[in-house]
């Protein structure tokens, strides 16, 4: 898998503080989608896989919070470029050798379904650029202070894209769930 982290630990730090911070999101939905229809099991599964995902967030973002204020122009230049190649989560890589669009139905269902959405992810974004201070940076290069302008508007760009993406509902089978057909 290949994160586009081109071996910089800025990007590498600040896509783990997404991934991190996106798996916790989705295990506690899960959690809560399981406990909602009566899987008591299932739902503490994902719950202590969530808070596992949790502590694993909490020591990323500490650590590019430090980039932030150790050398704020690069590590801002970073979370822009990161965030213009967009996150993508390991899972993108799933195959069950015939679907070669299973992530993207995957994640239509998931969206949908509400474990992960487009707002958890302008939520997400908000919530790191806001524990990040990055509005609050000042002393940026002029390439620093664009890159700053991008992510700080990008939560509510992709709140505006995702209410657009409405759709007439599909099906598709998965193969895990033995061909049973599922709406996307």
């Given at each position: ?17 997404f ?7 989705s ?47 690069a ?21 069950d ?30 919530f ?22 991008y ?18 509902p ?15």
């Amino acid at each position: 898998m290949d994160p586009r982290t081109e071996n910089s630990p800025y990007l590498g730090f600040i896509y783990t503080s997404f991934q991190e911070r996106a798996t916790f999101i989705s295990h506690g939905n899960t959690a809560r989608h399981a406990k909602e229809y009566g899987d008591s099991k299932l739902a503490q599964i994902c719950g202590t896989i969530a808070s596992d995902e949790k502590r694993h967030e909490t020591a990323y973002t500490k650590i590019v919070e430090k980039l932030f204020e150790i050398d704020p122009d690069a590590t801002v230049l970073a979370l822009a470029d990161m965030m213009r190649k967009k996150i993508t989560m390991p899972a993108h890589l799933m195959y069950d050798g015939r679907d070669d669009n299973l992530f993207d139905h995957f994640s239509s269902v998931a969206q949908r379904l509400g474990v992960y959405t487009a707002k958890d992810y302008a939520d997400m974004l908000e919530f790191l650029v806001g524990r990040w201070k990055v509005e609050d940076i000042t002393g940026l290069s002029s390439e620093g202070r664009k890159a700053q302008d991008y992510v700080c508007g990008l939560p509510q760009r992709i709140r505006r894209l995702a209410l657009g993406r409405a759709k007439k509902p599909q099906y598709v089978s998965f193969s895990w769930i033995f061909d049973k057909q599922v709406k996307l």
